[in-house]
């Protein structure tokens, strides 16, 4: 199937990635995964929607090592993740003493009754591995019931599991490719999205993931290679992320960290938030402080890896100066080696701003 029109492709590819059915594997052939989380990171979801998690898959040999790379990648994404399991709970006032692991057990009880399959001997014996700077990776649990409760850890309202393919991985081993796909899509309760330069070919073993499959137009140039957020160079990513630092983008968390850590600026910025143009456009910017109207924007060298992305961002800026906000770019490779200058061109633009609305 192949969507022509930009405007209704980008709402339908949202709602078909984002609503996949869990248990089931979905092929998506013309598209990557960076242009799909270029899309996803713009789409409006409520707190309670499925999470989509990108990640690219290896060249293997067996199933088994198919779904053991996923493992590895959903715990080291639940790592990362910590103190925030299941999309909303927090269990950042847990710390590695008797008191701590006391409260992480009841705020997990809690949970266990909010999510369905949740397992509490697992999540208690997880929390005490990531509470000892470990992995949650338990020992002997099956990898079925592994994969399922790291899944719930990162998605409690539902995970959609983005696997972009090189051709050399699909190529590889077919009958453990698909095998995998199929498996853990039933082990883990989500739904399996996985992403072909080109659809395989209508036979066994491709077949029995075919049946669905969209094409994207490789000349819809609203779809293909467009920006419609920031490129992301990381492997793993969650998609769409609204209302705080990207917990797996380290630029955003640092900076972050550093605005919370100034007085004057901590009350003002608020993260991930999209914002109304006079042009009609929602934008989603990096940080923003509303009544001064400033945005912050982080960039890095591979978000401009191409002509399309650097129009577009030139685009963004000029839907948000008409509608009154200053747009400061800084570069990501700034806010790792001198977060403290970033810091102090931020608060000239906000006494700037502040002078503006008084």
Not at 241 to 249: F, I, K, Q
Not at 276 to 289: A, H, I, L, M
Request: one cysteine or more; proline letters at 6%; hydrophobic letters at 45%.
């Amino acid at each position: 199937m192949a969507l022509a029109q930009a405007s209704v492709f980008r709402t339908s590819l949202g709602e078909i990635v984002l609503g996949a059915a869990p248990t089931t594997v979905l092929a998506l052939g013309g598209l990557d995964g960076s242009s799909l989380r270029r899309l996803l990171d713009e789409v409006e979801v409520s707190p309670e929607s499925p999470r989509a998690l990108f990640a690219r898959i290896a060249p293997a040999p067996t199933t088994e090592a198919i779904v053991e790379q996923v493992i590895e990648l959903f715990s080291n994404t639940v790592h990362r993740l910590w103190p925030i399991w299941f999309t909303d709970v927090s269990f950042a006032a847990c710390h590695n003493d008797n008191l701590g692991q006391l409260a992480a057990t009841l705020i997990a009880r809690r949970a266990a009754e909010k999510f369905s399959g949740f397992s509490l001997a697992w999540t208690e014996a997880a929390i005490g591995l990531v509470l000892n700077h470990r992995p949650p990776r338990v020992r002997g649990a099956l990898p079925a019931v592994e994969l399922a409760q790291l899944a719930l850890a990162i998605g409690g309202y539902g995970l959609v599991l983005v696997i972009d393919f090189e051709d050399a991985c699909a190529r590889s081993n077919p009958y453990a490719v698909v095998h995998a796909l199929e498996w853990i899509a039933q082990h883990a309760r989500c739904a399996v999205v996985a992403l072909f330069p080109v659809l395989p070919p209508h036979e066994p073993p491709f077949d029995r993931i075919l049946y669905g499959a969209y094409v994207v137009s490789g000349d819809d140039e609203a779809i293909v290679g467009h920006p419609a957020a920031k490129a992301h160079t990381e492997e793993v990513w969650l998609a769409p992320w609204l209302g705080s630092p990207h917990p797996l983008s380290e630029t955003e968390q640092r900076l972050a960290k550093a605005l919370r850590s100034d007085n004057e600026l901590a009350p003002l910025f608020g993260c991930n938030q999209f914002v109304e143009t006079v042009r009609g456009s929602r934008p989603k910017v990096d940080f923003v402080w509303t009544k001064g109207r400033f945005v912050i924007e982080l960039d890095g060298y591979g978000s401009h890896g191409n002509h399309a992305a650097f129009m577009y961002d030139r685009h963004r800026d000029y839907e948000l100066t008409l509608s009154g906000y200053t747009v400061l770019r800084l570069a990501n490779d700034e806010i790792a080696q001198d977060i403290r200058k970033a810091v102090e061109k931020i608060r000239d633009i906000v006494h700037l701003c502040r002078d503006r609305i008084k």
